[in-house]
T-cell receptor, first 114, second 110 residues
Framework: ETGVTQSPTHLIKTRGQQVTLRCSSQSGHNTVSWYQQALGQGPQFIFQYYREEENGRGNFPPRFSGLQFPNYSSELNVNALELDDSALYLC?????????????FGPGTRLTVL | GQQVMQIPQYQHVQEGEDFTTYCNSSTTLSNIQWYKQRPGGHPVFLIQLVKSGEVKKQKRLTFQFGEAKKNSSLHITATQTTDVGTYFCAGGSGANNLFFGTGTRLTVIP
């Protein structure tokens, strides 16, 4: 196992609501990236946090936002939920911010939007 | 934008047969990583290739990075039921994120 934990495991929300997902990094990792994985698809990069600052963002609207805390744990917030937001949300910690750094994934949070 | 495609999307093999998945990028990559995701699980890192033409082996798995650094392949020799899962390639472009491919779902029939 990677040592990356996520909570909650599953979540059901209704359209228009807001959700917060949480991630604890592997010990010694200072970078957290969030991915959205729709059913049958590959993970899509949402954004990355390094030293509590956003350090890169994929093609996701501003209603997807995040935080990183001094202990390197992180949150993903999604406002005004839409049906298409239903997916597995994965966080991954790493020791660096580059594309060559191995991503250590957590088990994910399965979000269902009704 | 950058796209990473994989073929085939699905592959069913008899246990003991070989399996290959191919990964193609629309742009030149700085590196490529491969991940395996078991059903109901999360992606797990397998290997990283950085050099043009690089070949790496892990037991029955052989990974290749193309000369132009725009394609890669994963070959499994003599598949076993434990090989079941979805295999993703993920390309790095020098920026701070990876572009994951569409994945190949492998089913191994005992």
């Amino acid at each position: 196992e990677t040592g990356v934990t996520q909570s909650p495991t599953h979540l059901i929300k209704t359209r228009g609501q807001q959700v917060t997902l949480r991630c604890s990094s592997q010990s010694g990792h200072n970078t957290v990236s969030w991915y959205q994985q729709a059913l049958g698809q590959g993970p899509q990069f949402i954004f990355q946090y390094y030293r509590e600052e956003e350090n890169g963002r994929g093609n996701f609207p501003p209603r997807f936002s995040g935080l990183q805390f001094p202990n390197y744990s992180s949150e993903l917030n999604v406002n005004a939920l839409e049906l298409d937001d239903s997916a597995l949300y994965l966080c991954a910690s790493s020791t660096g911010t580059g594309g060559r750094d191995t991503q250590y994934f957590g088990p994910g949070t399965r979000l269902t939007v009704l | 934008g950058q796209q990473v495609m994989q073929i085939p999307q699905y592959q069913h093999v008899q246990e003991g047969e070989d399996f290959t998945t191919y990964c193609n990028s629309s742009t030149t990559l700085s590196n490529i990583q491969w991940y395996k995701q078991r059903p109901g699980g999360h992606p797990v890192f397998l290997i990283q290739l950085v050099k043009s033409g690089e070949v790496k082996k892990q037991k029955r798995l052989t990974f290749q990075f193309g000369e132009a650094k725009k394609n890669s392949s994963l070959h499994i020799t003599a598949t076993q039921t434990t090989d079941v899962g979805t295999y993703f390639c993920a390309g790095g472009s020098g920026a701070n994120n990876l572009f994951f491919g569409t994945g190949t779902r492998l089913t191994v029939i005992p």
